[in-house]
């Protein structure tokens, strides 16, 4: 009998601190989720948001189209990248997304762009760049207009290998290319994308004197084309078409199904008409749940953040594109980003909670609670937070955009 009760004292004593020690391993876990989304998020992000590029190599000023605010189409100016979305941008509206225990804990308010207070951002970014001089006289900017180019890869087998080669080079799809770029010395542009049946079959190969081997039909302007903000300018020779770049939006929304949050991306101009929330965004992250860009200027300014230089009248830099003039704060005059990424844990489990001050409330001067989203540039908590049971983490990085610094 002393022996059994002596083993049942020892077992008791052993599970108690077997359970104490899971229960503290479980509590470390949670703890370190959030900074592990947190960082895999920043260091996904900074890949783009640092190689955002207008391939201004060859230009003697910036080009403007590295970060896209805005583009027009079919004479309407389109907002691409948002700061804080409410609910009421034009074409948004708020969205509500069910309680679905156990992954969230009650229902959560949202936008059909993107998560309450967070941002969108539509860059520019070389995956494969390059570019090729279109055979003056360029034409003004129109329907149908003939381009002529050096295009001699696949000219050493065939015209249809050289066909096939420039087909590759400009992404097309089977239906069109990519949306692609014309670009000047002065640092005017123009989108342009080419229809399959745009790629002419002239047998050019044979041009060993002029060098004219590729020649494509395009619409350099029209109602169903991306332009640049406030129109169009005209190009002046020499001129290029600049291949290789993906336009690339990022935003953060909350699954309808999981409740989870999540990074996501479109290869594509964000669009207020079908990305609401539309299907054409692809989850990267979970449980990333803000998004926050501030944008740096050549004198130090930060806009875009709750203390100094005013942003545009919808929350992000104006952008005036080649036919308008570039006031100082133009994001065509932005040399870096500064953004922030908020990490989330998943909903922490009882014996996680019972190790943690979750339960306790009060204004953000005295409160001890820090299960609540931390504020992040201009996104600020409500004082009282709204408490939650999650941790969270913010991790922030600096980056100068490569191709605006000298010898970049």
């Given amino acids: 009998m002393v022996s059994l009760l002596i083993l049942v004292i020892v077992l008791i004593v052993a599970m108690t601190m077997l359970f104490q020690m899971r229960a503290f391993a479980e509590r470390q876990q949670y703890f370190m989720l959030p900074r592990q989304a947190a960082r895999r998020a920043t260091d996904y992000l900074s890949y783009y948001f640092a190689g955002a590029s207008d391939l201004n190599y060859f230009s003697a000023t910036l080009s403007p189209n590295a970060l896209i605010m805005y583009y027009s189409l079919g004479g309407n100016l389109i907002q691409a990248s948002y700061n804080n979305l409410t609910g009421t941008e034009t074409g948004n509206a708020s969205r509500v997304v069910a309680a679905n225990p156990p992954a969230i804990p009650a229902a959560i308010t949202s936008t059909n762009f993107g998560d309450v207070g967070t941002d969108i951002l539509t860059i520019v970014a070389p995956f494969n760049p390059s570019r090729y001089q279109v055979f003056a006289p360029f034409p003004a900017l129109g329907l149908g207009k003939d381009l002529f180019l050096n295009f001699r890869v696949g000219c050493a087998t065939s015209d249809a290998d050289n066909q096939a080669a420039f087909k590759a080079a400009t992404g097309f799809d089977g239906t069109q290319s990519a949306l692609l770029m014309l670009v000047d010395n002065s640092g005017s542009w123009a989108y342009v994308r080419i229809p399959s049946t745009g790629y002419q079959t002239d047998s050019l190969c044979s041009d060993t004197s002029t060098f004219q081997n590729i020649h494509v039909t395009v619409d350099t302007a029209s109602p169903t084309l991306p332009a640049p903000p406030n129109g169009g300018a005209g190009l002046s020779d020499p001129v290029y078409l600049v291949a290789g770049l993906q336009m690339i939006s990022f935003r953060v929304l909350t699954d309808a199904v999981d409740g989870v949050p999540k990074l996501q991306q479109k290869l594509g101009l964000f669009d207020p008409a079908t990305d609401n929330p539309g299907t054409d965004f692809t989850n990267v992250l979970e ?69 943690t001050n979750v339960d306790v409330k009060g204004p953000l001067a005295t409160t001890k609670n820090l299960h609540f989203r931390p504020a992040s540039e201009d996104h600020l908590p409500t004082d009282p937070p709204q408490y939650d049971q999650f941790d969270h983490y913010r991790a922030t990085a600096t980056l100068m955009l490569r191709n605006r610094t000298p010898r970049g």
């Fill in 287 to 355: 449980n990333v749940e803000d998004l926050q860009v501030a944008y740096m200027y050549p004198k130090g300014e930060i806009s875009n953040t709750k203390s100094n230089t005013p942003a545009g009248p919808n929350g992000v830099p104006p952008q005036a594109g080649p036919g308008g003039t570039p006031s100082e704060f133009d994001v065509s005059n932005a040399i870096g980003l500064r953004f922030s990424v908020t990490g989330r844990s998943p909903l922490l489990p009882l014996a996680a909670r019972q190790m």
